[in-house]
């Protein structure tokens, strides 16, 4: 039987046109978790030993390494850390290989993302600590928004085309002056 070798789904540098910087990110593990009807306070007890707990829509819980991202109703990834016993709590599924990380950091960075999402990400609409599932131009993506910009995560399939667009509309920023 072969050996089947992991390869990151981005083997890029980080690159850097005008004020902005754009770079992998490492996501770790990721555990999707899928409320069971009733359940938020039963999950909420179970993920207190991580100091996390379930989401608001369009938030996300952080702990150390530890962090959990509202990414549809009673839904969330959690991700950085081991998932705790959720049984009869949540559905959870590994998604670790399914989804990639970019870091998209800089002054311009929501300049740069809104050329490709729909939705104003500008500090003052959306504040650090917010986090929202949207389209990146034709690919899914979970935005969350940190204090010097934003983590993406969009399919491990898409990351290439993600980075690409994304380094594209950098250059065109920074082209404008």
């Not at 005008?18 to 409320?35: F, M, Y």
């Not at 030993?49 to 829509?57: D, K, V």
């Not at 991202?69 to 959870?92: C, H, K, N, Y």
């Not at 131009?137 to 690409?164: K, N, Q």
């Amino acid at each position: 039987m072969p050996e089947l070798i992991a390869k990151p789904a981005l083997e890029h540098a980080a690159v850097s046109h005008g004020t902005c910087r754009l770079a992998p990110a490492d996501l770790g593990a990721i555990t999707s978790v899928a409320l069971y009807p009733g359940k938020a306070k039963a999950a909420d007890k179970a993920l207190k030993p991580l100091g996390l707990s379930f989401p608001a829509p369009n938030t996300f819980s952080q702990k150390g390494d530890g962090l959990l991202v509202w990414t549809g109703r009673d839904q969330a990834f959690l991700m950085g850390v081991e998932a705790p016993d959720l049984s009869g709590i949540a559905a959870t599924t590994d998604q670790s290989d399914g989804w990639a990380g970019l870091r998209l950091s800089g002054d311009k960075a929501a300049e740069v993302l809104m050329r490709h999402v729909p939705v104003d990400l500008r500090a003052s609409a959306f504040p650090p600590g917010r986090a929202l599932r949207a389209p990146l131009g034709h690919m899914s993506a979970v935005l969350i928004r940190e204090p010097d910009g934003f983590l993406i995560l969009t399919f491990r399939s898409m990351a290439r085309t993600a980075w690409h667009e994304i380094e594209l509309a950098m250059r065109t920023l920074a082209a404008r002056g």
